[in-house]
């Protein structure tokens, strides 16, 4: 795509460049990514660092007790939850954590369902770490980071453009499609993303992952990424966890192709656990999401 600024509407444009960076993030989920990537930390480095929030504390030995692990003694430490979830899992937890305290997707125009994008960010998160493990083409941390954040500008556009959303959730209701909607108020929200992410400065993996993870096709750089961000949808939309006005999106030709490293048995694989690791991880993310959770509708 090519000048990007002209495809979408004005003022949302205008507006995008006074919205601050990322760095609202709560400190702890910079200071825990820190650690994480680094290969000498302990689970007692990790320790410190949770037990300065209150709040992540009980999430994560929430997440630790909760149904994807299974424990017949449940852990009651801090350093029991890490040891038990692990640090990948951890860092997935950091992560949704300071999304989710920073957009909050509770608040949500009249017929979008913002828990349901907040569940497929986290799925499409979680199976872009299996499709890079099957690939081998890129960093897993990277692709967790990159599916997390593929959605941006939906997220935006919920938490920050709601009058622009709404009027967006009335062209569908009239029986446009989604992406027809987006076009017809210049608001695709792979370029609202993208504008945003670069106004952030975020690096170009995931500027590229944001504007092309429908299109991986036509991307110019990145392509792996892209690509494996790509399938990840794919197959999260075979899920419960797929979002229902994006499903027509995958649909498109030449889809399969665009990551041929990935045979269909590794993809039936994936998509196995998928069914059977989502359902068990749901209720600890919307945990995330803190209480008096909003359903639109």
Known sequence: MTNIEAIIDPHLCSRIKEIGRLSTLPQVTWELMRLLSDETTTSEDLQKVVEQDPALSAKVISLGNSAYYGLRTPATTISRAIVIIGFKELEFLA???????TFDLRKVPYGFDGEALWLHSLSVSWTAREVAAATRLVDSGEAMLAGLL????????????????????????????????????????EAVGYLLARSWG????????????????????????????????????LTD????????????????????????????KILEKLKNTLPLMAPAWLQMMGPARKKAG
């Open 95 to 101: 992560l949704g954590l300071g999304l989710a305290d």
């Open 241 to 268: 966890f797929g979002l229902e006005h994006e499903k027509s999106r995958s649909e498109r030709p030449g889809g399969p192709e665009v990551l041929p490293q990935v045979s269909r048995d590794e993809k039936d």
């Open 150 to 189: 593929h959605n941006l500008g939906q997220i935006m556009l919920v938490t920050n453009f709601t009058v622009q959303l709404q009027k967006l959730m009335n062209y569908v209701n009239e029986g446009h499609s989604f992406a027809e909607a987006e076009a017809f108020l210049g608001l695709w929200h």
């Open 202 to 237: 975020m690096p170009q993996y995931l500027q590229d992952v944001i504007l092309y993870h429908h299109r991986p096709e036509i991307a110019s750089g990145n392509r792996n990424i892209v690509s494996v961000i790509n399938l990840a949808i794919e197959l999260v939309g």
